[in-house]
């Protein structure tokens, strides 16, 4: 079965950095492209960032641009998000989530955002002074 599982939340002082991990088995690796989804409670989903299969395409969230990095090792079957200077309203569950693109996850797509295949169950993130 396909299993995605985060790891790397935690608890942080504002201005700290975290460096979010996410295993992926169950799947060709490489044919998926990979996306970070945060849920802030009362707030919807959004996406954070996203990954192409090949490297070629690379989402990144207004809010977080500049700050966070996406990277991913297919060798290792794992995607990143390196976090830095982070802030109190960067606290969330962060998700991460497989797709065969990135088209309609960061951003929208000719209006609408697109389902994504697989999602891991998340870990929490808090940033707090």
């Known amino acids: 079965q396909v299993q995605l599982v985060e790891s790397g939340g935690g608890l942080v002082q504002p201005g700290e950095s975290l460096r979010l991990s996410c295993a992926a088995s169950?799947?060709?690796?490489?044919?998926?492209?990979l996306a970070w989804f945060r849920q802030a409670p009362g707030k919807e989903r959004e996406g954070v960032s996203c990954?192409?299969?090949?490297?070629?395409?690379?989402d990144y969230a207004d809010s977080v641009k500049g700050r966070f990095t996406i990277s991913r090792d297919n060798a290792k079957n794992t995607v990143y998000l390196q976090m830095d200077s982070l802030k109190p309203e960067d606290t969330a569950v962060y998700y991460c989530?497989?797709?065969?693109?990135?088209?309609?996850?960061?951003?929208?797509?000719?209006?609408?955002?697109?389902?994504?295949?697989?999602w891991g169950k998340g870990t929490l993130v808090t940033v707090s002074s």
């Open positions: 989530a497989a797709a065969r693109s990135c088209r309609g996850t960061v951003t929208p797509y000719d209006g609408y955002y697109y389902d994504m295949d697989y």
């Open positions: 169950g799947l060709i690796f490489d044919s998926y492209a």
């Open positions: 990954i192409s299969r090949r490297d070629d395409d690379i």
